[in-house]
């Protein structure tokens, strides 16, 4: 059965506050939100040779790609912008059948995210959120919400979290890891 989650003005809550799986990651990155909030739309979250590999098994990149794998990358490839609140949190979403092979996406506006509900599919929210904890030191927090719009899909996407939620988890882990060490770089490492 789906999940409430409440008492919160998060984007995540105000886009999808009912979901069936949920995954949260958070870093606590040496720099201010500014540099924090710019190494996210900067940095190449597929910087690690195992998010790379996960990404060609999963075919969303191809083994030779030397193009960086940044955030506007991932919007222009399937993610589509929600909401924003700029310097301190992003809200993209994705609908398909993410247990095919293909994954099964199908093209939204946000309008049509916040309505989907199409039998057999499911929607999936990802968000990154940024607080300031201490002068120069900003909490960078990731989370991903899945919704599955019937029971059937429901099933078939908890058999494949099963196996790809581990991995999920490593890829986000990992792109934190990447926009900290982006914004914390000693010299401007950020294409102009």
Known sequence: MPRAHAMSFSLADELMPTY?????????????A??????LHHADFAGAWYVRALLILRGLRRLHDPQRLTL???????FVPLAERPGHELALGIAGRFW???????????????????PGH?????????????PAQTRLQTETRIACADAASRRRFR?????????????????????????????PTRPV
């Open 122 to 134: 499911a929607k999936a929210l990802w968000t990154f959120s940024l607080v300031d904890v201490a």
């Open 34 to 39: 500014s540099a924090v909030w710019d190494a």
């Open 72 to 78: 506007d990358r991932v919007i222009a490839g399937a």
């Open 20 to 32: 069936d799986v949920a995954m949260c990651h958070a870093l606590t990155v040496a720099a201010p």
């Open 100 to 118: 095919a092979p293909s994954g099964g996406r199908v093209k939204v506006t946000p309008d049509e995210f916040r309505r989907f509900a199409r």
């Open 159 to 187: 058999i494949y979290w099963l196996i790809v939620g581990p991995f999920a988890g490593l890829i986000r882990k990992a792109m934190l890891v990447a926009v900290a060490a982006e914004a914390t770089a000693p010299s």
